[in-house]
């Protein structure tokens, strides 16, 4: 789908109420996943800010948290990220990232940091991005899976680079970049498949 027609999508399913007030869900979390293709990530961001902008001008709040930016916050917090920058060419690649797993853990740092940012703000709409950018050391499964809990008051809408797809075999899997098929994640409904 060309991207102006993925726009369009987006800004008619979003500002709908069906959408809005969690119609249709079946008592599902209200997470959409937004897939599109690693290339295109510069013109998905484009995107994002021009969805973000009309979006607000018909009245829908966006929270945007990026989880690239959120981590290096969480790691400024922390008071770790100038030693990890220090220490990142003197370890290994396998190391760095269990490390950077241990101090960005999902459901006791990055989450909680998401829902203070979600008690704070006034909102509709909850946007997740930098999904491609905090692999591997946070997996998106593992956001999701830990955001039930604070994040199903709104929608929640991830910008995916890659592929969210469903089969009778494998149920639903996020699969990161297009070849990363290790994700098990079904909760959440592909935002394309959606009605406006």
């Known amino acids: 789908m060309p991207m102006q027609d993925r726009f369009q999508h987006l800004l008619a399913v979003i500002s709908g109420q069906r959408f809005l007030n969690k119609q249709g869900l079946g008592n599902e979390v209200p997470f959409f996943i937004c897939p599109f293709k690693p ?9 994002q800010r021009q969805l973000i902008n009309r979006l607000e001008q018909v009245g829908v ?5 990026n989880l690239y930016d959120l981590s ?3 790691l400024k917090e922390r008071d770790i990220w ?8 003197s370890v290994t690649k396998e190391q760095l990232k269990e490390l950077l797993q241990g101090v960005l ?3 006791a740092h990055l989450v909680p940091a998401i829902a203070a940012r979600l008690e704070s703000t006034g909102f509709e709409v909850l946007f997740l991005s930098g999904v491609g ?7 998106s499964h593992n956001v999701l899976n830990n955001l039930q809990r604070a994040a ?16 009778l075999e494998s149920g639903a899997s996020l ?3 297009g070849k990363l098929h290790d994700d098990k994640y079904y909760r959440a409904f592909n935002i394309f498949h959606c009605e406006a």
């Open 175 to 177: 699969d990161l970049f």
């Open 105 to 107: 853990d999902p459901a």
């Open 152 to 167: 199903k008051e709104k929608p929640t809408v991830m910008f995916f680079p890659g592929d969210y797809g469903h089969s």
């Open 61 to 65: 709040r966006v929270l945007e948290i």
């Open 133 to 139: 950018e905090v692999f591997p050391y946070i997996r």
């Open 82 to 89: 100038e030693q990890i920058l220090e220490m990142e060419n």
């Open 39 to 47: 290339e295109e990530a510069v013109e998905m961001e484009r995107l």
């Open 72 to 74: 290096i916050e969480i």
